[in-house]
């Protein structure tokens, strides 16, 4: 949880149809990533989500995350089946990228994608920028999205970037001219290999230098503006996936006019999915607060408007 492309590298040998150009926007989809009684991994229950639609609203997506290369549990699949929680599901494999690439865990990524329910999606090694090259992640994410379509076309795949390495003078996302295998055509996965673009997004007072304090628009992040120059125009719906918000210095201000004015912004530039990170410092909820948070009854208004769309 480090704080919205490329040329093929590897040939993808399996038979599957790229998926349809984009068309409008769709209605803003929004869910809870995790609650204040989850933590990230098996403890991440539908009970704990269920709970966050309790205190947000009618909360649409929900995400699980294994880096063992396992297939999504009961309780995830029976979360999307029975109570609607569209499973958003993100994996790790017991090979390294190159090692999937290669094809050295075919039967991992197959097994996933054959145990993942209609209309789920599905996403392989999100935030790589701390863990390989643009390069390997391109070569390995599009053999994934390969051998998940060949097994169960029902499922979006969506790599997910991090918005930390997205920063201006990052090392890990580069933009200098001098070639290597990290700049930002590096890590742009070709549009035939992705059903959407998806980028987590933190703000914290503390870690923004001479930025203002307060909570801002997603809009006005240089984060997200870097992100959104290279993945806004390649003709596919974009995605939200981790957004927190923290006021973690001086009074704390209600997030409430950084999410509505986020919501703006994402609604114009073809963001169709919004997930805040319900956990820690991040938290929105009105009931108990975990260590780091702090009680917003405005900034759970506004969330519970975007959820809402009023």
Same mark, same amino acid.
Request: glycine share 12%; with cysteine.
């Given at each position: 949880? $480090?704080?919205?492309?490329?040329?093929?590298?590897?040939?993808?040998?399996?038979?599957?149809?790229?998926?349809?150009?984009? !068309?409008?926007?769709?209605?803003?989809?929004?869910?809870?990533?995790?609650?204040?009684?989850?933590?990230? @991994? +098996?403890?991440?229950?539908?009970?704990?989500?269920?709970? &966050?639609?309790?205190?947000? !609203?009618?909360?649409?997506?929900?995400?699980?995350?294994?880096?063992?290369?396992?297939?999504?549990?009961?309780?995830?699949?029976?979360?999307?089946?029975?109570?609607?929680?569209?499973?958003? #599901?993100?994996?790790?494999?017991?090979?390294?990228?190159?090692?999937?690439?290669?094809?050295?865990?075919?039967?991992?990524?197959?097994?996933?994608?054959?145990?993942?329910? +209609? @209309?789920?999606?599905?996403?392989?090694?999100? &935030?790589?920028?701390?863990?390989?090259?643009?390069?390997?992640?391109?070569?390995?994410?599009?053999?994934?999205?390969?051998?998940?379509?060949?097994?169960?076309?029902?499922?979006?795949?969506?790599?997910?970037?991090?918005?930390?390495?997205?920063?201006?003078? $990052?090392?890990?996302?580069?933009?200098? @001219?001098? !070639?290597?295998?990290? &700049?930002?055509?590096?890590?742009?996965?070709?549009?035939?290999?992705?059903?959407?673009? @998806?980028?987590?997004?933190?703000?914290?007072?503390?870690?923004?230098? +001479?930025?203002?304090?307060?909570?801002?628009?997603?809009?006005?992040?240089?984060?997200?503006?870097?992100? #959104?120059?290279?993945?806004?125009?390649?003709?596919?719906?974009?995605?939200?996936?981790?957004?927190?918000?923290?006021?973690?210095?001086?009074?704390?201000?209600?997030?409430?006019?950084?999410?509505?004015?986020?919501?703006?912004?994402?609604? $114009?530039?073809?963001?169709?999915?919004?997930?805040?990170?319900?956990?820690?410092?991040?938290?929105? !909820?009105?009931?108990?607060?975990?260590?780091?948070?702090?009680?917003?009854?405005?900034?759970?208004?506004?969330?519970?408007?975007?959820?809402?769309?009023?």
């Amino acid at each position: 949880m $480090s704080m919205l492309r490329i040329a093929l590298i590897a040939v993808v040998v399996f038979a599957f149809a790229p998926p349809a150009a984009a !068309g409008a926007t769709a209605p803003t989809y929004v869910g809870a990533t995790t609650s204040v009684n989850d933590t990230v @991994g +098996s403890g991440n229950t539908c009970a704990g989500f269920l709970q &966050e639609r309790g205190v947000l !609203g009618p909360l649409a997506i929900r995400r699980v995350f294994t880096s063992t290369g396992t297939a999504p549990t009961a309780d995830a699949v029976t979360c999307h089946t029975t109570h609607g929680a569209i499973l958003w #599901y993100s994996f790790k494999t017991s090979c390294t990228p190159t090692g999937v690439a290669a094809g050295s865990c075919d039967t991992e990524v197959q097994a996933i994608a054959a145990a993942m329910p +209609s @209309g789920g999606y599905l996403t392989y090694f999100h &935030e790589p920028e701390d863990d390989m090259t643009g390069v390997q992640f391109v070569a390995a994410f599009t053999r994934v999205y390969g051998l998940v379509k060949a097994v169960n076309s029902a499922v979006k795949v969506v790599p997910v970037h991090m918005s930390y390495q997205w920063r201006p003078g $990052s090392t890990k996302v580069t933009n200098n @001219g001098t !070639g290597g295998d990290r &700049e930002i055509q590096d890590w742009i996965v070709p549009s035939a290999y992705a059903d959407a673009y @998806g980028f987590d997004l933190y703000w914290q007072a503390s870690t923004r230098g +001479s930025e203002p304090d307060d909570p801002v628009s997603v809009g006005s992040d240089p984060r997200m503006l870097r992100w #959104y120059g290279a993945f806004g125009g390649l003709g596919r719906p974009l995605s939200l996936t981790e957004w927190g918000i923290d006021d973690d210095m001086g009074t704390r201000a209600s997030r409430g006019p950084a999410i509505r004015a986020s919501r703006i912004w994402l609604e $114009s530039h073809g963001f169709d999915t919004v997930l805040y990170w319900q956990h820690d410092n991040w938290y929105l !909820g009105t009931g108990s607060v975990p260590a780091g948070g702090y009680a917003d009854p405005d900034g759970v208004a506004a969330y519970t408007e975007l959820v809402t769309g009023t």
